[in-house]
T-cell receptor, first 117, second 113 residues
Framework: NAGVMQNPRHLVRRRGQEARLRCSPM?????VYWYRQLPEEGLKFMVYLQKENIIDESGMPKERFSAEFPKEGPSILRIQQVVRGDSAAYFC???????????????FGPGTRLTVL | SQQGEEDPQALSIQEGENATMNCSYKTSINNLQWYRQNSGRGLVHLILIRSNEREKHSGRLRVTLDTSKKSSSLLITASRAADTASYFCATPGGTGTASKLTFGTGTRLQVTL
């Protein structure tokens, strides 16, 4: 049972280019989360998606950032016109969908380390 | 202070000693989780403790939760060099079955031989 997969693991972009980060959740998981981690800091929530729906994007910057989780295929975090401040590790996590009040833990991928030159 | 702040920020111990890390949070929670992150790697889920639990064990890990003080502690007993990593506590942002996690800034643990 493969875990959460992210690719690429490392991505280098020049200022002004676009960055596309992909996340394939664990099999059977329909909830996907994206987090960003700056050096020496904890993870900061960006966006929470279910299939074809954005549920919570309260942590997403207002401009240049977008996310999707289509019916088929991986979730994509897209950063347009990257700037140096976007350099960070971006982690994706997934969790199960269940009913009731039981909380499902989030399983994290290995991350994509974005470097903007 | 921020939701999910850990202390100390850094901890250095020798192999075989115990390591204790603390986490404080501000809002009401229905559970608290601890994660480990090795340098340059992703997060590994260690343990989840629910708000109606006071203590939980998993192997060499012992987690406590005091909801009256809004604090939790993670104890690693008989530490090993392989335990060297950053440890984060995380709290859910809502009370639903799936919601965002708020992470603290972490404790960097160094275990030396």
């Amino acid at each position: 049972n493969a875990g959460v997969m992210q690719n690429p693991r490392h991505l280098v972009r020049r200022r002004g280019q676009e960055a596309r980060l992909r996340c394939s959740p664990m099999k059977g998981h329909s909830h996907v989360y994206w987090y960003r981690q700056l050096p020496e800091e904890g993870l900061k929530f960006m966006v929470y998606l279910q299939k074809e729906n954005i549920i919570d994007e309260s942590g997403m910057p207002k401009e240049r950032f977008s996310a999707e989780f289509p019916k088929e295929g991986p979730s994509i975090l897209r950063i347009q016109q990257v700037v140096r401040g976007d350099s960070a590790a971006y982690f994706c996590a997934s969790s199960l969908r269940t009913s009731g009040s039981y909380y499902n833990e989030q399983f994290f991928g290995p991350g994509t380390r974005l470097t903007v030159l | 202070s921020q939701q999910g702040e850990e202390d100390p920020q850094a901890l250095s111990i020798q192999e075989g000693e115990n390591a204790t890390m603390n986490c404080s949070y501000k809002t009401s929670i229905n559970n608290l989780q601890w994660y480990r992150q090795n340098s340059g790697r992703g997060l590994v889920h260690l343990i989840l403790i629910r708000s109606n639990e006071r203590e939980k064990h998993s192997g060499r890990l012992r987690v406590t939760l005091d909801t009256s003080k809004k604090s939790s502690s993670l104890l690693i007993t008989a530490s090993r060099a392989a335990d060297t990593a950053s440890y984060f506590c995380a709290t859910p942002g809502g009370t639903g079955t799936a919601s965002k996690l708020t992470f603290g800034t972490g404790t960097r643990l160094q275990v030396t031989l």
